[in-house]
C-alpha cells in the first residue's frame, strides 16, 4: 500500500472537487484491500450508484467511501437523513471507509473503516432543513457522529500517515463481527454499555463504576426503568462476545 495519490491522472481536470474525487476513488481502486476477506482489490461500481462506491469481487461487500482534505471532524456531514436511517434500520448500508488526505502532500494521512453494523440511529443527526430560497428547500441532510461509534467500530487502516498491517485490520474487522446484531435496538444498547466501558481508563472496573452511567442512559431511555438490570445483561453480552470477561468480586476485565 502507497499511500501517495497518484497525480498523474488529473491532468486533463480543473474543478477542485472534481480532482479530489478522481484522486481519493483512484486511490482506493490502485491501493486498497477487501477488509473483510483480505481480496487484493475492491472496485469502483461503473455508474454513479446511490447507496454505495466499491465493492468487492471475491465477498460482494459494499463500501462507502467518505474523503476530507485535513482532519478528520467527529461530524461528517453525508446525504439525505431519511435515506440514511431507512438504509441503518433495513441493515442494507455499506461499510463506510472515512479518508482524510493532505491536497498539499498529495496523500492519504487517515483511512478509518466503519463496518455497516455499527451504524445505528443514534450516530445519525438531521441537519436543518434546507431554506425556502434553495434550489432542494425543505432537504434534510445528516452527519455522521463519529466520535459516537465505539472504538471498536472504528478500524484503523492508515494512522497518521502510517499502514497499519492488513492482517490486523482484517482480525479486527472479523472480531468486530460480533456485533452484527439483526435487532437494532439490541445493538443501540450494547453500543450504549460498550461505550461507558471505553470510557473508563483503566482495565479492570466494578460494576459500581458502570453504575456511575445509570443517570446517563436512564435520560437516553426514558422508557426504560429496570436500567441496572439492563446494564449487567450488556455485561454478560459483551463477557460472552469475548470483549470484556469477569474476574469476580464485582469485578471486570476488558480484553484487548
Ligand atoms: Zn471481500
Not at 115 to 126: G, L, M, R, S, T
Request: net charge positive.
Amino acid at each position: 500500500m502507497d499511500i501517495n495519490f497518484d497525480s498523474s491522472i488529473i491532468e486533463n481536470y480543473q474543478s477542485g472537487t472534481q480532482i479530489a474525487r478522481v484522486l481519493t476513488e483512484n486511490w482506493i481502486q490502485q491501493n486498497m484491500y477487501c477488509p473483510r476477506c483480505g481480496n487484493l482489490h475492491i472496485k469502483h461500481f461503473e455508474n454513479n450508484r446511490p447507496v454505495a462506491d466499491f465493492f468487492c469481487p471475491a465477498c460482494k461487500n459494499e463500501y462507502e467511501l467518505k474523503s476530507k482534505n485535513g482532519i478528520l471532524k467527529n461530524k461528517i456531514n453525508d446525504g439525505a437523513y431519511r435515506t440514511m436511517i431507512e438504509r441503518i434500520t433495513s441493515n442494507n448500508n455499506p461499510d463506510f471507509l472515512f479518508m482524510s488526505y493532505s491536497k498539499k502532500e498529495l496523500q492519504v494521512r487517515e483511512l478509518i473503516l466503519v463496518p455497516k453494523h455499527f451504524f445505528v440511529p443514534d450516530i445519525i443527526e438531521k441537519r436543518k432543513p434546507l431554506a425556502a430560497s434553495a434550489r432542494r428547500a425543505g432537504w434534510e441532510g445528516c452527519n455522521i457522529l463519529i466520535d459516537k461509534i465505539p472504538e471498536q467500530g472504528k478500524i484503523r487502516i492508515i494512522s497518521n500517515g502510517e499502514v497499519i498491517d492488513a492482517n490486523a485490520v482484517i482480525g479486527k474487522v472479523n472480531k468486530s463481527k460480533q456485533f452484527e446484531i439483526k435487532d437494532i435496538n439490541s445493538r443501540g444498547w450494547l453500543f450504549d454499555i460498550l461505550n461507558c466501558v471505553n470510557r473508563i481508563p483503566r482495565q479492570i472496573f466494578t460494576l459500581d463504576e458502570i453504575y456511575f452511567f445509570e443517570k446517563e442512559l436512564q435520560t437516553k431511555h426514558p422508557k426504560n426503568n429496570n436500567i441496572k438490570p439492563k446494564i449487567r445483561q450488556q455485561l454478560q453480552l459483551l463477557r460472552d462476545k469475548g470483549f470484556i470477561e469477569f474476574v469476580g468480586n464485582g469485578k471486570y476485565s476488558k480484553i484487548v
